[in-house]
């Protein structure tokens, strides 16, 4: 009996030693190796974040290895297109908005394959597409307004301003497609619509100087000179840089009978773009207003050496050069100006026969 229970208190200490080396053992966990689908998401949400860092080359690999990793991955395909876009690749872009649209008629791929191709000069590729975009999403807004600029560039402006007019119904502070519904308006003829558009673009967004030097030269056409006087500032204050503005500002100021003014402004236009013919000939303008001829002439000759083809500085000079006795030359230059398309030249050319 001795023996025995010996035997048994062996058992039961070997039992618990045996237990503790158990529980010191280190633990094995199990691996779980991540799907390809999974793998091909983190790539795509690297690219996203590289994108928006500006790193579309590094954006590109990404996208690029999370299309190996999974079938029919239309974002990654549309969002590497348009990384080549930002890198002005345009026919790599092409590609995978072609792959895009082809897996899931996504209207945004449809649109920036769209302005991929205006900007590659395959005009009636990008009009194509942008229908294709309105027939997708008809509420997009972006492609009615970017069909309307190439239609206006066609001068269609008919057409373009029923596209602003859509681009403007889905969304009512487009500033851009009101001003260029304006623009459109204005070559129609159309002024006091144009006045009134380009009034929408700059309440929609007041900083937008070319809006208000727009809205300033549908005024200055309807007379109201004061009031685009106030426009083209505006553009200015926004802009101290926009040569356009001044140059406007300097017209309006010359209707208003405001010569000295016109000239300060003309003087800042041509300080902005010392090769800004328009400028000189208007400047030469305002000062056979004051009657200083021979500063007429002489921004008469400069505006004719930037521009050798401009008639109405030849026309200008040769009224100049009347009142300084230089007959001569001024039929020479009345002559070339009735040659460059001048009507009002041709009529002065009368005396000198």
């Keep these: 009996m001795i023996y025995f229970k010996s ?9 618990l030693t045996n237990q503790s080396i158990a529980q010191d053992q280190p633990v094995v966990k199990a691996i779980i190796l991540e799907t390809d689908n999974e793998i091909a998401d983190k790539l795509y949400n690297s690219g996203i974040e590289q994108f928006k860092n500006k790193q579309f080359n590094e954006a590109i690999k990404s996208f690029t290895e999370a299309i190996s990793k999974k079938v029919g991955f239309e ?27 082809a897996i899931n008629q996504n209207p945004d791929s449809y649109f920036t394959r769209a302005r991929s191709k205006e900007l590659s000069n395959d005009l009636d590729g990008a009009l194509a597409d942008y229908g294709k975009t309105i027939e997708v ?5 972006q492609a009615y307004y970017y069909r309307g600029v190439m239609k206006f560039n066609q001068k269609d402006f008919e057409s373009a301003i029923n596209d602003f007019t859509k ?11 009101y001003n260029d519904r304006g623009s459109a ?3 129609l003829g159309d002024i006091k619509g144009a006045i009134e ?33 106030s426009d083209y500032t505006k553009a200015i204050n926004l802009d101290a840089k926009y040569t356009l503005a001044y140059n406007n500002r300097g017209s309006a100021k010359y209707d208003a009978a405001d010569y000295q003014g016109a000239i300060s402004d003309f003087n800042s236009a041509i300080q902005l773009d010392p090769k800004y013919a328009y400028a000189y000939n208007n400047r030469a303008s305002a000062k056979f207003k004051l009657k200083d001829y021979k500063g007429a002439i002489e921004d008469c000759n400069k505006a004719i ?44 050319i009368s005396i000198c026969y």
């Design 7 to 15: 035997a048994v208190i062996g058992i039961l200490f070997t039992a």
């Design 75 to 101: 974002k990654a395909f549309y969002n590497r297109g348009i990384s080549y876009f930002e890198l002005k690749q345009f026919d790599q872009a092409i590609k995978d908005f072609d792959s895009s649209v």
């Design 137 to 141: 999403k008809p509420q997009y807004a």
């Design 167 to 177: 681009a403007i119904e889905n969304n009512k502070s487009y500033a851009y497609a």
């Design 185 to 187: 308006k204005r070559q």
């Design 197 to 229: 558009d380009y009034k929408m673009a700059v309440m929609a967004d007041k900083t937008l100087a070319f809006a208000h030097n727009n809205l300033g030269s549908a005024r200055r056409k309807n007379g109201e000179f004061k009031e685009a006087i």
């Design 305 to 348: 050496e930037l521009n050798p083809n401009y008639g109405y500085a030849y026309f200008n000079r040769a009224n100049a050069k009347e009142i300084v006795r230089d007959d001569a030359g001024a039929c020479e230059d009345w002559k070339k100006a009735a040659e460059l398309g001048v009507e009002s030249a041709k009529s002065a």
